[in-house]
């Protein structure tokens, strides 16, 4: 038969109160150690990015804060390609139609406020790409020739 350990109340109370006294002496050791200061605390960043305990040297180059650029580009700044596709499905009665980019052969979705309203089956536009809510859309369209 197996021996069973049992501890009552004052057994767990001097193991509490001996926990305690272990802490307290580990906090005032800490405390001892010496008094840090402020400019103990603080790191420094060099033009390459990593953290020094010392200030770096002051770098001789000039940075113009005015050619750093946070932002995405602006959209009149993007210059525009207009591609080149042809009509492969046009929903006259709905509205919408898909263009083959002739290039890389992607079919994109149009609607017929982004297209002349002669437009049909098979003809030769040029468009460009716009992202829509599914996706990216052909607009501005026009047509190059009918049918060949």
Do not use: W
Not at 45 to 64: H, Y
Not at 87 to 98: D, L, T
């Amino acid at each position: 038969m197996a021996q069973r350990i049992t501890t009552g109340k004052r057994d767990r109370e001097k193991l509490k109160e001996q926990k305690r006294k272990e802490k307290q002496h580990r906090k005032e050791e800490r405390q001892s150690g010496g008094v840090s200061t402020f400019e103990d605390m603080i790191a420094y960043v060099d033009e390459n990015g990593m953290l020094c305990s010392k200030p770096p040297e002051r770098s001789k180059r000039e940075i113009d804060a005015s050619e750093i650029a946070v932002s995405v580009p602006k959209q009149e700044d993007i210059e525009v390609v207009p591609l080149n596709g042809r009509v492969e499905h046009f929903n006259s009665s709905k509205g919408y139609g898909f263009v083959k980019d002739l290039g890389s052969s992607e079919k994109y979705f149009f609607h017929i406020t982004a297209a002349p309203a002669s437009i049909t089956e098979g003809d030769k536009v040029t468009f460009e790409l716009e992202r829509g809510t599914r996706g990216m859309n052909a607009v501005r369209i026009s047509i190059l020739t009918n049918k060949q």
